[in-house]
């Protein structure tokens, strides 16, 4: 009753907006969008099935955080009178929808979530490859981000040592002796030693790296990888033929998901990964030092990749939308070996 009370009131307030608040974006500096044939916009307007989609997709996340029902429909409401102009769009979300860096309710509704699952399916999935792994074995978190991930590790692995790495730093300091940061000078110069690391985990971060210089990263990686060393690859991902894991997945959401790429074509996974990275990364989190190339592929064509590299895949596990999450789409992990 409180909530739906509350939740009344904050429609209310955002739908009644008169003079919008100043807009701080002190952290912006310059987003890199590299052409990969659409842009994040390009969504909302090029097909009416894949909009329908990602608002059907995002408002059952919002719901389910206990954000209102219309939220979705009003961000997309603005987002589209400015689709021209991305950069223009999301300042005009700010201004007449919602500002995500102050709205209580939001920022609430998001530490509910952050602090529930966001790592609970994939972090289990990574335990299992680390669980072999002999004390004193070293772990390299390449693109950490926050370095959360490597927090959870860390606490649950006090023998290993674990590194997070990154192009753009805006890591947090966790406090514990086997976590460490160090910033990477180029999307393809890790600063760790030839043949050190026993496991590197890309969890999220391969998309962010260029059709153009993957080859590069990929063999950066198997520079500092011991012969024999694992990838856990974890990525916003569809695929053709892997059966997905029922128990952890939304299984109406995966269907429908699957049988739209199937009636579509590979295109519409494409733009709905890119509008989702833009909206998630640039508009929500204001992540604007992130490099944004929007490289996403199949499961399949992930693995064809690695492969020419010299990696072999040894497991699969495919997710698809996972049950509990807030932006994340549809996701796979794959686990190499050097
Ligand atoms: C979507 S974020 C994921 C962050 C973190 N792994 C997580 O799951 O919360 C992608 C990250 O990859 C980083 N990144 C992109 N290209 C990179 C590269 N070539 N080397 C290292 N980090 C990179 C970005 O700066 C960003 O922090």
């Not at 894991?245 to 579509?264: A, G, P, R, W």
Request: glycine residues 6%; contains cysteine; hydrophobic residues 35%.
């Amino acid at each position: 009753m409180k909530r739906n009370f509350i939740n009344i009131i904050f429609l209310v307030l955002i739908t009644t907006i008169v003079t919008p608040p100043p807009l701080t974006f002190a952290r912006r500096t310059k987003t890199t969008i590299q052409n990969v044939g659409f842009k994040p916009l390009d969504a909302l307007h090029n097909n009416p099935t894949l909009k329908a989609f990602i608002e059907n997709v995002l408002t059952k996340r919002y719901t389910n955080w206990g954000l209102p029902a219309n939220l979705v429909k009003y961000i997309f409401a603005t987002l589209e009178k400015y689709r021209n102009n991305p950069e223009q769009a999301r300042q005009r979300v700010y201004a007449e929808t919602i500002d995500f860096e102050t709205n209580t309710d939001w920022q609430e509704a998001y530490n509910r979530y952050k602090s529930a699952t966001k790592y609970t399916t994939t972090f289990s999935q990574i335990e299992q490859v680390l669980g072999s792994l002999p004390i004193g074995a070293t772990v390299v978190d390449v693109g950490c981000g926050n370095n959360i991930l490597g927090k959870e590790i860390a606490i649950n692995n006090p023998k290993i040592s674990i590194i997070g790495t990154d192009t753009y730093d805006y890591h947090e300091e966790h406090g514990l002796s086997n976590l460490n940061f160090l910033q990477q000078s180029s999307p393809f110069d890790i600063p760790i030693g030839e043949e050190s690391v026993d496991v590197i985990i890309l969890n999220a971060t391969l998309h962010h790296v260029s059709p153009e210089e993957i080859g590069e990263f990929l063999n950066e990686l198997s520079r500092i990888l011991k012969p024999g060393g694992k990838v856990i690859l974890v990525e916003d991902t569809w695929s053709e033929n892997i059966p997905f894991k029922t128990e952890e997945s939304d299984i109406e959401l995966t269907n429908e998901f699957l049988s739209l790429v199937e009636q579509y074509g590979e295109d519409f996974a494409k733009e709905y990964l890119i509008f989702n990275d833009w909206y998630s990364n640039i508009v929500v989190h204001q992540w604007d030092g992130m490099a944004m190339p929007y490289n996403f592929h199949s499961m399949e064509s992930w693995q064809t990749i690695f492969q020419n590299q010299g990696f072999t895949t040894s497991e699969t596990l495919f997710f698809g939308f996972l049950k509990q999450t807030f932006h994340k789409p549809s996701v796979g992990i794959i686990v190499f070996t050097n």
